[in-house]
């Protein structure tokens, strides 16, 4: 339900009282992790050559009925559109690097996840970024947006990019893309 994922004022029993598992954690604790070992660095696609712009605009608002009434259900949506199994809304040739930018139209913050490959970002609100950024999840705020750039290596076939509030992406802020 939308509003229920933040877990505040929520008991760990089912309406009915019933509890639904327990933890018991038993044992020695252990040892400290080591130091995260040293990563390569990232390529930046800063001054890459951009092979595609796209823009994937991120909205929402009160559904309507077949009366023309407000339904009271949002409508979530990517490009005007939501999510439907059966039809591929991006593809991308294998090895290009695009430049997305992702727009919300919307009065709230959509954390947008694309699967398999991480975004750079280049701009945030109008303003470049200082620094390369890479993320697996990129922040869009309310009534903005972020650009980024995407090397589409090393994966061909279909995966998916959504809204990370399960809310969003379950009411249809997902989208398919087709690596080929």
Known sequence: ????????????????????????????????????????AQRDLRAAAVTAHRE????????????????GMMNFTIN?????ADRVDTTVPIGAIEEWTLRNTSPMDHPVHLHVWSMQI??????????????????????????????????SGKTVYHC???DHEDSGMMGLIEAR
Request: net charge negative; aromatic share 6%; hydrophobic share 40%.
């Open 56 to 71: 994937q605009v991120f909205a929402m608002d009160m559904g309507m009925n077949g009366g023309g009434t407000a339904s």
């Open 164 to 166: 990370h509030i399960l």
């Open 122 to 155: 280049i701009e945030q609100a109008g303003r470049p970024v200082d620094n390369p950024e890479w993320q697996d999840v990129v922040n869009v705020p309310a009534r903005s947006s972020v650009r980024v750039r995407i090397a589409f290596e090393d994966f």
């Open 1 to 40: 339900m939308m509003g229920s994922t933040s877990g505040r004022g929520h008991s760990p029993a089912g309406p009915d009282g019933t509890v639904l598992a327990t933890f018991a954690v038993a044992g020695a604790s252990a040892a400290a992790p080591g130091p995260v070992p040293a990563q390569p």
């Open 80 to 84: 005007g559109s939501a999510f439907t």
